[in-house]
T-cell receptor, first 109, second 113 residues
Framework: GQQVMQIPQYQHVQEGEDFTTYCNSS?????IQWYKQRPGGHPVFLIQ?????EVKKQKRLTFQFGEAKKNSSLHITATQTTDVGTYFC?????????FGGGTRVLVKP | SQTIHQWPATLVQPVGSPLSLECTVE??????LYWYRQAAGRGLQLLFY??????ISSEVPQNLSASRPQDRQFILSSKKLLLSDSGFYLC????????????FGQGTRLTVV
């Protein structure tokens, strides 16, 4: 089964609003990665977080790694229709990359 | 630059038929290679991963097998497909930690009928 849990599973957002998706682990993570998969496409790497409490921004996307390195979040401000897709977090442990269940984002214009 | 090729893009196979999906990577050596399956609207289930030629780790007991005959070639196979094998199959590679950004192929949408 999945070793990282993502909530919510689905997110319906009004265009222009903000939302946050969360990734939680029962064990301490050495790193966390985030990917975006557009409908019908393949996952594309967004970012990797390694340090406790790390915060990284990509335009309207803000990624955070928890102080205990057991959770992470992705916050999107002023949602646009181009943000539609599924956002996955993933943990790389040794030579294995395991994904969370994803948050499927639907944007209402 | 590195690229990953996965084919075919779509496949319709009858129940009980064999399967062979191929994935090749260019522009890198000794990559970690992965096969994932994604059911419609669901997450990415890790099926197999490989750290080197002939080295395969299976994550989920199932009707599928994987092989890595060459450093940059990863094959997903089945002797007899089941209806439950339908899904979107994705091949991916990444490098050595901490440069573990994964790159995915375009995926194969398999429908078993």
């Amino acid at each position: 089964g999945q070793q990282v849990m993502q909530i919510p599973q689905y997110q319906h957002v009004q265009e222009g609003e903000d939302f946050t998706t969360y990734c939680n682990s029962s064990t301490t993570l050495s790193n966390i990665q985030w990917y975006k998969q557009r409908p019908g496409g393949h996952p594309v790497f967004l970012i990797q977080l390694v340090k406790s409490g790390e915060v990284k921004k990509q335009k309207r996307l803000t990624f955070q790694f928890g102080e205990a390195k057991k959770n992470s979040s992705l916050h999107i401000t002023a949602t646009q229709t181009t943000d539609v897709g599924t956002y996955f977090c993933a943990k790389a442990a040794g030579n294995k990359l395991t994904f969370g269940g994803g948050t499927r984002v639907l944007v209402k214009p | 630059s590195q690229t990953i090729h996965q084919w075919p893009a779509t496949l319709v196979q009858p129940v009980g038929s064999p399967l062979s999906l191929e994935c090749t990577v260019e522009g890198t050596s000794n990559p970690n290679l992965y096969w994932y399956r994604q059911a419609a609207g669901r997450g990415l289930q890790l099926l197999f991963y490989s750290v080197g030629i002939g080295q395969i780790s299976s994550e989920v007991p199932q009707n599928l097998s994987a092989s890595r005959p060459q450093d940059r070639q990863f094959i997903l196979s089945s002797k007899k497909l089941l209806l439950s094998d339908s899904g979107f199959y994705l091949c991916a590679w990444d490098g050595i930690y901490p440069n573990t950004e994964a790159f995915f192929g375009q995926g194969t949408r398999l429908t078993v009928v």
